[in-house]
């Protein structure tokens, strides 16, 4: 299993951007799609984005499509998050994840259950 660590969370205010850091342990790192899920208060943790090993194909929740932008660094072993034109309603825990089926099977089932390896999070609250 990979090991990850996010970071980059903060406080921002509406209209702002941060940027998501996730760092992997591990060798393996490129042949892992990768994902982002965010949990808000009181509410279940839900799917962000997504993007398969290569960081050739990426995929967005459509609350979030226009604004944030997922990439990766195989090299460094590191995906991002861009979140920009940030809303009070994107304040969570965001989370990144490695998924444990292919990227063909990913974007058919993209809850909890397609992703094996968890961070510990990272909370990122917008202020009206």
């Known amino acids: 299993q990979v090991q990850l660590v996010e970071s980059g969370g903060g406080l921002v205010q509406a209209g702002g951007s941060l940027r998501l850091s996730c760092a992997a342990s591990?060798?393996?790192?490129?042949?892992?799609?990768m994902g982002w899920f965010r949990q808000a208060p009181g509410k279940e943790r839900e799917f962000v984005a997504a993007?398969?090993?290569?960081?050739?194909?990426?995929y967005y929740a459509d609350s979030v499509k226009g604004r944030f932008t997922i990439s990766r660094n195989n090299a460094k072993n590191t995906v991002y998050l861009q979140m920009n034109s940030l809303k009070p309603e994107d304040t969570a825990v965001y989370y990144c994840?490695?998924?444990?089926?292919?990227?063909?099977?990913?974007?058919?089932?993209?809850?909890?259950?397609?992703?094996?390896?968890w961070g510990q999070g990272t909370q990122v609250t917008v202020s009206s």
């Open positions: 994840a490695a998924a444990k089926v292919p990227w063909v099977l990913l974007t058919t089932t993209l809850n909890e259950a397609a992703f094996g390896s």
């Open positions: 591990g060798r393996t790192f490129s042949s892992y799609a």
């Open positions: 993007i398969s090993w290569s960081g050739g194909s990426t």
